[in-house]
């Protein structure tokens, strides 16, 4: 049911979140997937089965290695039951040996080196660097980790990956879809609002909330502050911004 709306919208782009900082993109034929894990212990499952998406997905887009993002028995099942090609940053090197990936099906990306990955998409990685508790970064940040900017049936998608605010961030533009981390370790408040003001969206959807357990250890990359942010928006931006619901499709605008 859920592919069938995705594929149905005709000549528009439509999505829905995944749960996480995870998303299904659809346009015309095309199906495109970014940092799905749909086989971890979650709140709530996404109402589409890997058994019927593995037929179906053309790409499989990771940002990072973290297993939230880059989820190796996902990767795994939906590369061994369907033909997807995987889209990776450099820092998935060593998950992807263990996975068993074959390097015929991965297409590995650089942040600053557009490509296009088949006629009707073309990305442009960006550079991402992982925050932590405190909105410190990470020690483990690894340069080689990306966001995408994604264009798509004439309509362009910006995921910034796990990362806190880069000046890089705040020169995009033209974007009609942004998808902002307002969570401890990723942009939070102060850099989701920024991220949003300067860029200026067409629509905005919040991630990387209500996906997991939240216990005391994992509360800074579980935890989003998605209603607080929407708040202290301007009503300009706020008119724009989404705080989406688990499989329910939306249309790029």
Not at 99 to 116: D, H, T
Not at 131 to 144: E, L, T
Not at 222 to 232: D, F, K, Q, V, W
């Amino acid at each position: 049911m859920l592919l069938t709306q995705l594929s149905g919208a005709g000549s528009a782009v439509s999505f829905c979140w995944a749960g996480n900082a995870g998303w299904l993109i659809s346009h015309d034929t095309h199906l495109i997937a970014i940092d799905l894990d749909l086989m971890s212990e979650r709140l709530w499952a996404l109402s589409v089965g890997l058994d019927e998406l593995a037929p179906r997905l053309d790409f499989l887009f990771a940002t990072h290695a973290h297993g939230d993002h880059f989820h190796i028995p996902t990767a795994k099942y939906l590369t061994e039951n369907g033909s997807c090609t995987l889209i990776l940053p450099k820092s998935c090197v060593a998950d992807a040996k263990q996975a068993g990936i074959p390097e015929s099906r991965i297409v590995w990306v650089v942040p600053g080196q557009p490509l296009e990955p088949a006629p009707w998409l073309r990305l442009e990685p960006t550079h991402a660097l992982h925050g932590h508790i405190g909105r410190s970064i990470y020690s483990g940040a690894n340069f080689d980790d990306c966001g995408y900017l994604i264009a798509i049936g004439g309509k362009r998608f910006y995921h910034p990956g796990d990362s806190v605010l880069l000046e890089e961030h705040l020169e995009i533009s033209d974007i009609d879809v942004l998808f902002v981390s307002p969570t401890e370790h990723n942009t939070h408040m102060d850099g989701s609002r920024t991220l949003i003001e300067a860029i200026n969206p067409a629509r905005v959807f919040a991630q990387h909330f209500g996906t997991y357990p939240v216990t005391e250890e994992n509360a800074f990359w579980t935890t989003g502050y998605e209603e607080p942010l929407r708040m202290a928006l301007s009503s300009k931006h706020r008119s724009r911004f989404f705080i989406p619901e688990m499989g329910v499709v939306y249309r790029a605008l």
